[in-house]
Each structure stands twice: as C-alpha cells, then as structure tokens.
Antibody
Framework: QVQLQESGPGLVKPSQTLSLTCTVS??????????WSWIRQPAGGGLEWIGR???????NYNPSLKGRVTISVDTSKNQFSLKLSSVTAADTAVYYC??????????????WGRGTLVTVSS | DIQMTQSPSSLSASVGDRVTITCRAS??????LNWYQQKPGKAPHLLIY???SLQSGVPSRFSGSGSGTDFTLTISSLQPEDFATYYC?????????FGQGTKVEIK
C-alpha cells in the first residue's frame, strides 16, 4: 500500500525559505504512470495547487507564487521536495503532497499525504 | 486562469436526503473535472474523476455528471459519514485550480 508522508520544519521565519519533503513508501517515485504534486490549504480556507513534477524532473508551477517555488525529485531516496522562498505570513498553511495519476489524458490526485502545518512567524 | 465556482458554499441536509452540488468553470474544460471530499483535520479524498468516473472504493451513492462548463456532484442518499466539505478541481489547463468548496452540514 503506497503512502505519502510530509516532513520539514513547522515554523519558518519571514523572508526565509520553506523546505518540505515528501517520502513515498510502498511504491516508487520513478513510476511512469504518476506525477507528484504539492497543494496547500490555509486555515479555514480552500485548496491551492502549488506545482507538480514528473520523474524525469519536468515541472509545472502555479504562476501565482511568482517564481518562488522549486519542486525537485530524488529517486535514490524515493522522495520529492518543495522549496518556497521569501515566505510571508500569507504562506502559513497546511501543505499536502499528493500523487497524480495520469490516465487517458486526465490528471487527478489519487493519493494524498496527511499534510503538515507550516507557520510563518518571527 | 480557469476559475471554478461551486454552489452552494454550504448546505444543511438530513440523513437520507439527495444532495446536489454544482461546479461551474469560467471556460469549457470538456470533462477534465474531479471531485474530492475533505473531512475536518484530514486530507482530501478522491471521489470522482473525469467528471463521472467513480474512484475505486467510493460508495455508489456518489455520482458525477456534466461537461463543458457545468458539472454536478450528487449524493443519492446522504449518510452520516458524508458530512464534509466537497471540492471540484479542473485539470484541463496546465494551471490546475479548485473550487472554493461546499460544506455539507447536518440539518
């Protein structure tokens, strides 16, 4: 049974870089059928897609994050990671990693991690 | 960006009721529409993909329909475990976007 687990600091200072890792267990991040993605949700708010990566390293990001985002994959560790630079209080949210199934030209988040709360505060 | 608008934002219903949630896209997205359920403190969970395909393990009381700009999620007979927030999400464009959510509460 494939599982995803987010890890990283729960508190980040303003202007610094938020760094999270998602570890894939019971499956391979190198599987050709999947993309890997990050989504966030502020307290009491809705879901915002941050970006995705394919095993090849190809990425797509949400332009609303104005170039502050980098997603990478480490196949040797079976992990993928998120870096968000120049954070402000507006970046405080629960961050989810998710697996994206690509099938018949459709993409959907078929597996999610439990989420990790990141607070931006001095 | 493709904007996704759900209605209503919240609703109250009783166990056994038929519930319908609507999602409208700001432009045609064919059938590139997915639905998720989220319970408090939990990650979202996939219910429906490609507008009407039921994800494995999801009860058959959930169904989806629509194409183009207008989509519907229907719960045929609401059960106690269905009280949650529901989100639609489009994957038509490179920038994936979610609706703002519909909270289903107990009447």
């Amino acid at each position: 049974q494939v599982q995803l687990q987010e890890s990283g600091p729960g508190l980040v200072k303003p202007s610094q870089t938020l760094s999270l890792t998602c570890t894939v267990s019971g499956g391979s991040v190198s599987s050709g059928s999947y993309y890997w993605s990050w989504i966030r949700q502020p307290a009491g708010g809705g879901l915002e897609w941050i970006g995705r990566i394919y095993t090849s390293g190809s990425t797509n990001y949400n332009p609303s994050l104005k170039g502050r985002v980098t997603i990478s994959v480490d196949t040797s560790k079976n992990q993928f990671s998120l870096k968000l630079s120049s954070v402000t209080a507006a970046d405080t949210a629960v961050y989810y990693c998710a697996r994206v199934l690509y099938e018949a030209a459709h993409y959907y988040f078929d597996l999610w991690g439990r989420g990790t709360l990141v607070t931006v505060s001095s | 960006d493709i904007q996704m608008t759900q209605s209503p934002s919240s609703l109250s219903a009783s166990v056994g009721d038929r519930v319908t949630i609507t999602c409208r896209a700001s432009q045609s997205i064919s059938r590139y529409l997915n639905w998720y359920q989220q319970k408090p403190g939990k990650a979202p969970h996939l219910l429906i993909y490609a507008a009407s395909s039921l994800q494995s393990g999801v009860p058959s009381r959930f169904s989806g329909s629509g194409s183009g700009t207008d989509f519907t999620l229907t719960i045929s007979s609401l059960q106690p475990e269905d009280f949650a927030t529901y989100y639609c999400q489009q994957s038509y464009s490179t920038l994936w976007t979610f609706g703002q959510g519909t909270k289903v509460e107990i009447k």
